[in-house]
């Protein structure tokens, strides 16, 4: 039986080593900790990619303002991407965000992301959380949208991007039961959602059991030198391993 899935958030070459001798089953490569991640440097990829054995998805995000992105902008994640698949990347982590006409509110763009998403040639594509600034009342909609773009899963911390996915697991309850509801309704894709935010080996259960999760994705940093802690990653590959698995993950 396939076992719950485990991704770390690596902003450096050594911690993409410590993640997969702890027990990852996959990397998101990106730079710049502090500002919540920025697309992969290429050449940190190109050298992992000779060094680990387990699936490396990197991010496409040019600045770290909003998910908002001028053409220029978009054009230089189109370039991004074509070289880090040029260089065996595995997947891709983004996220295009456009304001409603009606309320103003944030929405999925469905086209430029559905641009991206025919660029990745089926290589596995994660909608970050940007969903994180998508109103609850936008779910369903924001679910076929993604859908529609091809995305295999979705990166939420389950609501107010300024909590930890700890403080929403009301919010991260409610996502999962609209997702398994709509599922119906996905043009024929499975879509999986994976909780990230401050996600450690001492709440992993918890948010497990308010949601029955399959996959949880960790920055596994304990100090201040962000690098990823072998030893954590270890202990909450371990907690995951306990948990009872319901159904085969999709977005691998």
Avoid at 10 to 26: H, L, N
Avoid at 198 to 223: D, K, P, Y
């Amino acid at each position: 039986m396939k076992k719950h899935l485990l991704e770390i958030a690596c902003f450096d070459e050594e911690s993409a080593v410590k993640a997969a001798k702890g027990g990852a089953d996959r990397i998101e490569l990106c730079r710049d900790c502090v500002s919540g991640g920025l697309s992969a440097d290429a050449t940190v990829l190109a050298s992992l990619k000779s060094r680990i054995p387990i699936p490396i998805f990197v991010m496409i995000r040019p600045h770290a303002r909003n998910f908002y992105y001028s053409e220029e902008e978009f054009e230089e994640m189109k370039a991004t991407l074509i070289n880090l698949k040029s260089l065996g990347a595995d997947g891709f982590v983004f996220g295009i965000l456009q304001q409603s006409n009606q309320d103003q509110s944030n929405e999925i763009d469905i086209k430029r992301n559905s641009q991206l998403v025919q660029l990745a040639e089926g290589r596995s594509c994660t909608f970050h959380r940007a969903f994180d600034l998508i109103p609850e009342s936008k779910w369903n909609v924001s679910l076929s949208g993604l859908a529609e773009c091809g995305f295999r899963s979705i990166l939420t911390c389950g609501g107010c991007s300024e909590n930890k996915a700890e403080d929403n697991i009301g919010a991260l309850s409610r996502l999962f039961h609209c997702k398994t509801s709509h599922g119906p309704n996905l043009e024929g894709r499975e879509i999986d959602i994976i909780i990230g935010g401050g996600v450690r080996s001492t709440n992993v259960l918890i948010l497990w059991e308010n949601t029955h999760c399959q996959i949880f994705h960790s920055s596994a940093i304990l100090s201040d030198d962000n690098v990823v802690s072998m030893e954590e990653v270890a202990e909450t590959r371990e907690a995951l391993d306990g948990f009872p698995l319901a159904e085969q993950i999709k977005s691998l």
